[in-house]
């Protein structure tokens, strides 16, 4: 009888896991899953080689192994560094990787414009979500910031530079997906970036999956650009006979529009299925699809917001309190003297103009002393909170 691999014991934040050898701290964490697992922005399970570019998965290795408990002298990339018997790893437990990781994020953003309102990736952007947990609200970055054109690379996908954090996933999917390799970093340091160089089209039927891998919205769907908000898209998981690809897909739909078509992805927000550019690209009629029902969406995610499964309508307490509906209800605004207050009369808070060194103090605030119709006496608009 084959001997039984030996199992790994790993404690990540106090919870211990066994895992096979060579299991990345990564990959164990998140057999542990939940808040341990650390953010990923460049490592892709599915695509050999990725992981080590962004440096957002860092940990504290506060025990090396059982045969030598030393601490690592640094932090470490969780993606990239394999896990050894005993050994005993810091993600969220540690203040050290919590500060680094903010530290890591206003690295990233130093480059990445903060455009998300106008961003197809807002709303299931990885580098939003981890700004909202590690960033800080502002920059210290006072250079002028790279800016790219954007491109149109091939029929179906736009690339925009300035949005790209170079974790080289795409490099990646097009190496080993398509097996066409066309694109690539070219230059180094800032002068990097990822170009077809003499902007050839991205051409291969498994090209499209290079937009599903991009954490930022610097490769988007050109037939989905600026088409809705993701929030307000249902989606559903459907399939279809495909000669190409599995054809599982997710489709974002809008009332019976189909207005975008990717492929699934799993808790960790990667690929389950590479798909091809025809079920991408070409299939949006609901039609070419055997819908299976609605995606489940993590509670969390912005996009649940719009979502209608297991919805529970709330009861009326008042209907079934009193088993038939209420014939009379007070119209609050014809009864409350709120309504007639004038809201310019109340003293505002202390400003700078009024304050006369008494922490207690009250006054009128400037902007609504009014002269003639929503003007202060400074002649700005009155109404308008922000001017002085
Ligand atoms: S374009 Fe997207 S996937 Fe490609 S390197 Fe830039 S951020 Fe990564
Ligand atoms: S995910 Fe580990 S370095 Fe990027």
Redesign the pocket.
């Given at each position: 009888m084959a001997e039984l691999p030996k199992l790994l014991k790993v404690t990540i934040d106090n919870i211990t896991v066994e895992v096979e050898a060579g299991t990345s701290i990564l990959m164990a964490a998140r057999k542990i899953g939940g808040d341990v697992v650390p953010p990923a922005m460049?490592y892709y399970s599915k695509l050999k080689d990725s992981g080590g570019k962004c440096r957002t998965c860092l940990v504290r290795v506060a025990a090396g192994s059982a045969a030598d408990p030393r601490p690592m002298p640094k932090l470490v990339a969780s993606c990239r560094t394999n896990v050894m018997d005993g050994m005993v790893v810091e993600n969220i437990t540690s203040p050290t990787v919590l500060e680094a990781r903010k530290g890591v994020v206003e690295f990233l953003l130093i480059n990445h414009p903060l455009d998300c309102p106008v961003c197809d990736q807002a709303g299931e952007c990885d580098l939003q979500d981890l700004s909202y947990q590690h960033g800080a609200e502002a920059t210290r970055y006072e250079f002028k910031r790279r800016t790219f054109e954007r491109i149109d690379i091939g029929p179906y996908i736009q690339?925009h530079m300035t949005?790209?954090?170079?974790?080289?996933?795409?490099?990646y999917v097009a190496d080993q997906i398509s097996k066409e390799r066309e694109h690539g970093?070219l230059d180094r340091g800032d002068h990097s970036q990822?170009a077809t160089y003499i902007q050839e089209s991205l051409e291969n039927q498994f090209i499209g999956n290079?937009i599903d891998?991009?954490?930022?919205g610097?490769?988007t769907d050109r037939t989905f650009r600026f088409k809705n908000r993701v929030w307000f898209t249902k989606p559903v998981d459907a399939h279809r006979d495909c000669p190409t690809c599995t054809a599982k897909v997710r489709l974002w739909m809008r009332g019976d529009d189909v207005l975008r078509v990717t492929a699934r992805k799993d808790q960790w927000g990667e690929v389950e299925d590479w798909i091809c550019n025809e079920c991408r690209f070409e299939k949006k009629q609901t039609s070419d699809w055997t819908i299976e029902g609605p995606t489940s969406v993590d509670r969390h995610s912005v996009i649940s917001a719009g979502h209608y499964k297991g919805i529970q309508i709330p009861k009326e307490p008042f209907d079934e309190l009193m088993g038939r509906k209420p014939k009379l209800m007070m119209d609050i605004h014809k009864v409350s003297e709120v309504n007639k207050v004038d809201l310019n009369e109340i003293n505002g808070p202390a400003t700078g103009k009024t304050f006369n060194g008494n922490p207690h103090a009250s006054g009128i605030n400037v902007t609504d002393v009014k002269e003639g119709k929503g003007r202060n006496f400074a002649g700005t608009d009155s109404t308008n909170p922000n001017t002085p």
């Open positions: 460049c690339l949005r790209c954090i170079l974790c080289f996933r795409c490099v970093i990822i290079v891998v991009c954490p930022v610097a490769l």
